[in-house]
């Protein structure tokens, strides 16, 4: 197995550093339902051909380049599950934040910096717009990509382990409101009666938890936030807890059955299920292209400032 030339758990938390690659082996990633354009994915191709740069291509999306361009893809430069690590790669998302949620699920290694170019909607994390590619990728080519390395949440009694960037999040099953007993470090805190609880990472207060009404949060803060869905009870707030806590959720549903999200990942859980959160000892490497910050970013998408009278 290849070795990785830096060590990420050297690493501190920190922006804008930068990461030093050398030969490039670019992921490309996107998804069928994303809505392409053919002028962007030429643009793609043509800039990685340029750099002189490995590639390799997931089977749905190399489909959609053969339907809308003329370019052709080997079959040497496909992959389907999980691609191969190299050592040295870089995964390109081409889509909104969804696309890059499912992207970072089939990372082959964790130190694998992951750029979002955005065809989507909003896109917080997807920091490319689509009308830099040429600079991105030679931001790329000339090691000058900067980071930000973003915690994640794993769960603990599941069947099958559970990572999420943006949230883990408890939700009903059904027109049937749901309990969840919540403690932290094993110290109760409330049950929330309504539709369910978020627990998001500040990578994920901008996505669910900000729509049920929690705070937006700096991504190198070190914390989560418990965010209730459509509480029962109105005095019900979100609150900010040390990353560093364990969350345990007890989950009681008329229903019978209640769901859990992991991302865009969904599972089915039984009415008595315990559900345990905690901090992922993995991370995810956000590449930040074109100098772009997260007040950047949010000053964009929320339009703060913008003045329409």
């Known amino acids: 197995m290849l070795k990785p030339r830096f060590d990420l758990l050297s690493l501190r938390k920190q922006s804008y550093d930068f990461f030093h690659f050398r030969a490039m082996n670019i992921i490309l990633f996107s998804r069928k339902q994303v809505k392409h354009n053919p002028e962007q994915l030429r643009t793609i191709l043509h800039e990685i051909e340029r750099h002189n740069m490995d590639y390799v291509v997931n089977e749905d999306l190399a489909a959609v380049i053969e339907s809308l361009t003329d370019i052709r893809i080997d079959a040497s430069h496909l992959f389907s599950g999980k691609p191969q690590a190299t050592g040295d790669d870089v995964m390109i998302t081409y889509g909104g934040d969804g696309t890059l949620l499912e992207g970072v699920a089939l990372l082959p290694a964790q130190n694998i910096p992951v750029v979002g170019i955005n065809c989507g909607r909003l896109g917080y994390l997807t920091a490319d717009d689509g009308e ?87 991504p190198m803060c070190r914390c989560f936030v418990l965010s209730p869905i459509a509480p029962h009870n109105l005095t019900m707030r979100p609150v900010v807890i040390p990353d560093s806590s364990i969350v345990t959720l007890r989950i009681s549903s008329r229903g019978g059955e209640a769901q859990l999200s992991a991302d865009n990942h969904t599972y089915t859980l039984n009415d008595g299920a315990e559900v345990k959160v905690r901090l992922a000892s993995k991370k995810v490497i956000l590449a930040m292209p074109h100098n772009n910050t997260f007040y950047d970013t949010l000053r964009e998408k929320m339009m703060w400032g913008v003045d329409k009278r």
Request: charged share 20%; glycine share 10%.
């Open 132 to 218: 830099g590619i040429e600079e991105l990728f030679s931001a790329i080519a000339e090691r000058r990509l900067r980071y930000e390395e973003r915690l994640m949440l794993t769960t603990e009694g599941m069947p099958q382990e559970c990572l999420a960037l943006n949230e883990i999040c408890i939700h009903r099953y059904g027109a049937s409101m749901i309990s969840v007993e919540t403690l932290i470090n094993d110290n109760y805190v409330a049950t929330y009666h309504g539709d369910g609880l978020v627990v998001a990472t500040p990578t994920g207060s901008t996505a669910y938890s900000l729509s049920a009404g929690g705070p937006i949060v700096d």
